[in-house]
């Protein structure tokens, strides 16, 4: 029988909880694994009559009721390209093909365009939300138009986190790599308030001389207020946990070399390419890339040494954490909204922002306060001006401690060459001119002008 509603490849943990949430609300779920092992060990511990595994990929695809929707949950990069050409001679058109990796949305628009040739629609879905997010409600990010979305909403309106109003986190957000171009975007931000959070604990570990457990206590704060996340809430867990043997805190037994898949680097790429400054997130990136740098780290040390004298500043935390973060998310939309303009991809930024209020990475509170930006169309740097004297401490106190705030610093500077109407981009100009003829434009009269700078 084709009754299936949803097939789901690749039962690697994402994979499998995907398809057990699908399963959990009666959606009829096929689930087809490369190795059957794997197929099996899911079937075994939670298969009933809405969970079916095959072994052949000719009868999971016939065991689907057409159009078909099948969600790829395999490593980004070529083995997509090898599930499409697997599952080509047995799928019929107009059925749908749904990457949920984190692929870069270039490919993504190439498979979409390939797909096409074959009949097929290639959808690229954004999943957030890791692990638990799969199996209990994850944040989806589907490149889905408007026009195929009533095939689709029931479905992934059951399995999706909700938003503080009780809605799914789930929207189409439109044609081709969107939906990947979204997720990208959100992991970006998702780096950059990872590295402030870090930020923030090395002050206190170093400046303060406090140990893990009672940094914790600084982040509980911050969930008890309008700007609580999730991400500060596992900061707390991560920050508890301590060692069984040693009976030390983990996270002082963590190697300092933090790891990146590459989603961080492609946002600030692309940042790039787009011209818009995405400081915040360039610096949490690269800031993983010194980290690995321990070797040189350790020898350099040894030359300048540090000595930390507590100032006494006192912060008001939550405030720094509010500046930072609405930063992060500032610099992302400000992305996203060029790239829609470039893609004509017509982004939804109050619909983005509520998709992200539940199940994924960077969920917050504070998401609340973006979406009515975006409603009433506020300017973002009235959300935060007030907590700048706070900022002005922690930086300051930083500064002479010489402890490296690299996004902090990033989202600071941002603030303040975006609220300054002078850059000194005149200068540059000026000496671009000089050596290169580059030309410049100016304030007082209309066109290009050239200045013979060696005539006296
Ligand atoms: C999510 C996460 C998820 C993954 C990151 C990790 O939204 O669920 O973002 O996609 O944890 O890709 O990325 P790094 O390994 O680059 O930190």
């Known amino acids: 029988m084709s009754d299936n509603q ?125 692990e638990e997010g799969a199996l209990k409600g994850p944040s989806l990010m589907p490149g889905i138009t408007k ?33 990947h ?23 206190h570990r170093k400046v303060k001389g406090l140990d893990a457990g009672q940094i914790a206590e600084i982040f509980e704060k911050i969930n008890q207020s309008e700007n609580q996340s999730f991400l500060s809430e596992i900061t707390v867990q991560v920050l508890r946990r301590k060692d069984i043997e040693s009976g030390k805190f983990l996270v002082d037994l963590i190697l300092d070399r933090a790891s990146q898949k590459g989603t961080g680097g492609w946002t600030s790429i692309e940042a790039i390419k787009n011209g818009i400054p995405t400081t915040t997130i360039m610096e949490a990136t690269m800031s ?78 504070m998401l609340i306060e973006l979406q009515e930006m975006f409603k009433k169309g506020q300017k973002w740097v009235e959300l935060i001006q007030n907590n700048l004297e706070e900022v002005k401490k922690f930086i300051l106190s930083s500064t002479q401690n010489e402890i490296a705030l690299p996004a902090f610093s990033a989202a600071y500077n941002y ?5 300054d109407k002078d850059h000194p981009a005149n200068l540059i100009q000026g000496l671009r001119d000089y050596f290169g003829a580059h030309t410049f434009e100016r304030i007082d009269k209309e066109g290009i002008f050239h200045e013979n700078w060696l005539n006296e």
């Open 6 to 130: 949803i097939g789901i490849i690749g039962l690697a943990v994402m994979g499998a909880n995907l398809a057990r949430n699908f399963a959990s609300r009666n959606i009829k779920t096929a689930v087809y694994n490369r190795t059957f092992q794997r197929t099996e060990e899911l079937i075994n511990n939670h298969g009933n009559e809405f969970l079916n595994g095959y072994e052949k990929i000719e009868d999971f695809v016939n065991s689907l009721a057409k159009p078909r929707k099948i969600i790829l949950m395999v490593k980004a990069g070529a083995a997509i390209d090898q599930v499409i050409e697997e599952l080509k001679p047995f799928l019929s058109e107009g059925d749908y093909v749904i990457d949920g990796g984190n692929s870069f949305y270039e490919d993504t628009e190439k498979r979409v365009k390939k797909c096409k040739e074959y009949g097929l629609n290639f959808i690229g879905m954004g999943i957030s939300g890791g």
């Open 181 to 203: 171009y979204v997720k990208m975007v959100h992991n970006g931000i998702e780096y950059a308030i990872m590295q402030m959070i870090a930020e923030i604990y090395d002050y």
């Open 288 to 365: 993983r890339s010194l980290s690995f740098l321990k070797n040189e780290r350790n020898n350099f040390s040894k030359i300048i040494g540090r000595t930390f004298n507590d100032d006494e500043a006192s912060v008001d935390w939550n405030q720094i954490y509010r500046f930072g973060s609405s930063i992060a998310f500032i610099q992302g939309f400000e992305l996203l909204k060029e790239a829609s303009k470039e893609h004509n991809w017509d982004l939804d930024f109050v619909e983005v922002c509520r998709i992200w209020q539940g199940g994924c990475i960077i969920r917050t509170k």
């Open 415 to 419: 603030f303040l060459s975006m609220t």
């Open 147 to 179: 026009e195929d979305w009533p095939k689709f909403e029931n479905i992934l309106d059951q399995i999706a986190a909700k938003d503080f109003q009780g809605q799914a986190c789930v929207t189409p957000l439109g044609y081709g790599g969107v939906g």
